[in-house]
């Protein structure tokens, strides 16, 4: 079955564009979950979505950085007036559920590498 | 914040030579334990991982991990290692204590394994 798509898979911005990253999650699945992973680093938490509910914003770096998932499927992750340290590759992520101790692992998608010049 | 620690950055193994990859963490509550795997050119994918009962897990491909709680350890292994395994492996870890941010992966900064034929 389809995995988790993300669009576009690279980016690259002038310093300042507005940048949208899209991603679709699997089919039914509901929680997902963005992450940023800066090069040579592991990926750090952005945002986290139940459903519509966007229940955990705590790891956006600034107030330049949205996500939204309206309907429930499809998320995307806005960055306003990009800056060079906004370079990273964006990763989604879906599982069944996202409560702490449910045994449901968490399927990534290819990611999104943005490059701010 | 929580705090996930790989040891090895670069391990470089000849074919059929052992692996261990360590991974410690900082959480003292409960916690549930990963290793991701991504391949060249893929995506992050679920080697295994560890909720409860048998600290020794076993994944995908003969790689193994054991959880030892009094070390806030979760060591990846496998006893022979092939050149398809080259890969970056990545420990991650979600806290589960009631109240615990629902779902995130902390994850460490990963470990390139390159395996010569």
């Known amino acids: 079955g389809a995995g988790v798509s993300q669009s576009p898979r690279y980016k690259v911005a002038k310093r300042g564009q507005d940048v949208a990253l899209r991603c679709d999650p699997i089919?039914?699945?509901?929680?997902l979950f963005w992450y940023q992973q800066a090069l040579g680093q592991g990926p750090e938490f952005l945002t986290y979505f139940q459903n519509e509910a966007q229940l955990d914003k705590s790891g956006l770096p600034s107030d330049r950085f949205f996500a939204e998932r309206p309907e429930g499927s499809v998320s995307t992750l806005k960055i306003q007036r990009t800056q060079q340290e906004d370079s990273a590759v964006y990763l989604c992520?879906?599982?069944?559920?996202?409560?702490?101790?449910?045994?449901?692992?968490?399927?990534f998608g290819p990611g999104t590498r943005l490059t701010v010049t | 914040a929580q705090s996930v620690s790989q040891h090895n950055h670069h391990v470089i193994l000849s074919e059929a030579a052992s692996l261990e990859l360590g991974c410690n963490y900082s959480?003292?509550?409960?916690?549930?334990l990963f290793w991701y795997v991504q391949y060249p050119g893929q995506h992050l994918q679920l080697l295994l991982k560890y909720f409860s009962g048998d600290p020794l897990v076993k994944g995908i491909k003969g790689f193994e991990a054991e959880f030892i709680k009094s070390k806030f350890s979760f060591n990846l292994r496998k006893p022979s290692v092939q050149w398809s395994d080259t890969a970056e492996y990545f420990c991650a870890v979600i806290t589960a204590d009631r109240g615990s941010t629902l779902g995130r992966l902390y994850f460490g900064r990963g470990t390139q394994l390159t395996v010569w034929p």
């Open positions: 959480y003292g509550g409960t916690v549930n």
């Open positions: 089919s039914g699945h509901v929680s």
């Open positions: 992520a879906s599982s069944l559920a996202g409560l702490a101790g449910d045994p449901y692992e968490q399927y």
